[in-house]
């Protein structure tokens, strides 16, 4: 139902109506009457040697005429683009009558169509309206890069590496293999809104989209006696979700919880691949979320630190190269997930750094102006004042990050 209880395909019908009306037919399918001349009745016939012109009077007529019989064409054509009825009878019928129409020099027909296609997509971004859930993609990565400037606090490596990575992927045209991104950082560093972010700036429904799909590991594989019947499901789930959308994302929370048999399902899916017979998996992205490279991430911050210089000078070079040594020995240890990186499976690791008094402060700000709530920078204080920061000796590091910052204002509610 459209705004005030109207049915939205009646709303659709007026805005349609308006359009053939303003491109010049009579906007009603199958009654389309002859064009009317404005000009005869004030100035009467048209001499040979008027203004006009016998042959221009002529030429303006005929494009009249064709305006005209393309309205029910328009109509014909946006209606099975919106309600796909009937679709392949009219589409040959509207083939024979095309055929017949004459078509002015300056593609009218064209433009016109143009409008259509915006216009029926419009009306499909209201419900879904097609078989892949591809009309709801959106791609923003222009929204994507300003939220992640202004939303996530004390992450400069972060968000520079996401928004290059992602951005680089979709403009491929033709990736050999699936984007892999492992982020890796303490708890409420920004790993999960990272991942949200990107969700709801690829697709119109973000994580409620079809196209995307979230596993927890201790949630959907808690019990490893089951994990036969996970791996098949965890199977089937992806390719299904490939099968239906031309670009997928799949994210996986605590990845370091994986079980190697579930890691194993999901290589297959991750693997380089040949263009042909292969469509499937050239749009997907897999998104990694794991604690692990915590503690080799915030002794890299601490030493800056210590030194006095700048988290912002930390390099992605420099990182990622301290990173990849701790990732290796959990690898050895055990943690599947890290094997990915041992098979070079994963294209880019995203470090997120701890985060510091100054950074909480500003997502405690965030979450009073997200709850329409007052705040002065003493409250702001007393929230940040609330986590607990390490190392005993510096407190430079809140040890939770942001995570519980939301539930933390509800005490400074009057």
Request: with cysteine.
């Amino acid at each position: 139902m459209g705004q005030g209880g109207l049915p939205a395909h009646r709303g659709l019908g007026c805005c349609i109506l308006v359009l053939l009306l303003l491109l010049g037919g009579s906007g009603s399918p199958g009654t389309s009457p002859p064009p009317r001349e404005p000009w005869a009745e004030e100035q009467g016939p048209v001499p040979e040697g008027g203004p006009w012109g016998r042959a221009r009077y002529e030429a303006v007529k005929k494009h009249l005429g064709a305006v005209g019989a393309l309205s029910k064409q328009y109509w014909q054509y946006v209606a099975c683009k919106v309600w796909q009825e009937g679709c392949e009878e009219e589409e040959k019928k509207g083939e024979e009558e095309r055929e017949s129409i004459p078509i002015p020099s300056w593609g009218f027909p064209l433009v016109g169509r143009d409008y259509l296609e915006i216009l029926s997509a419009w009306y499909c971004s209201f419900g879904k309206c097609c078989e892949t859930g591809d009309c709801r993609i959106i791609n923003n990565i222009t929204g994507l890069e300003a939220d992640l400037s202004g939303q996530l606090h004390g992450q400069h490596l972060a968000k520079e590496v996401v928004v290059r990575a992602v951005q680089g992927f979709l403009q491929s045209p033709q990736p050999q293999k699936a984007l892999v991104l492992s982020f890796h950082g303490w708890s409420g560093t920004g790993k999960n809104f990272v991942a949200r972010m990107v969700a709801s700036h690829l697709y119109r429904d973000g994580l409620k989209s079809d196209c995307v799909r979230v596993f927890v590991s201790l949630l959907h594989f808690p019990h490893h006696n089951y994990v036969d019947s996970y791996k098949a499901q965890l199977q089937r789930h992806i390719s299904e979700t490939l099968q239906h959308c031309g670009q997928a994302l799949f994210i996986f929370d605590e990845a370091e919880k994986l079980h190697s048999s579930l890691l194993d399902a999901i290589k297959p899916f991750l693997a380089h691949h040949n263009n042909e017979g292969q469509a499937d998996h050239q749009r997907s992205i897999f998104i990694f979320l794991s604690n692990l490279g915590g503690n080799t991430i915030n002794e890299v911050a601490l030493d800056f630190w210590r030194a006095g210089r700048a988290r912002e000078e930390i390099s992605m070079e420099f990182l990622e190269q301290q990173l990849r040594l701790e990732l290796q020995e959990a690898a050895e240890n055990g943690y599947a997930h890290s094997q990915l990186l041992r098979e070079n499976l994963i294209d880019v690791l995203v470090p997120f750094l701890p985060l510091e008094y100054h950074h909480v402060k500003l997502c405690a700000r965030d979450a009073f102006l997200a709850r329409g709530l007052p705040y002065t920078e003493e409250t702001l204080d007393q929230v940040a004042q609330m986590m607990v920061f390490v190392p005993k000796e510096e407190k430079l590091f809140s040890a939770q990050g942001c995570k519980s910052v939301s539930q933390r204002i509800n005490y400074f509610l009057p």
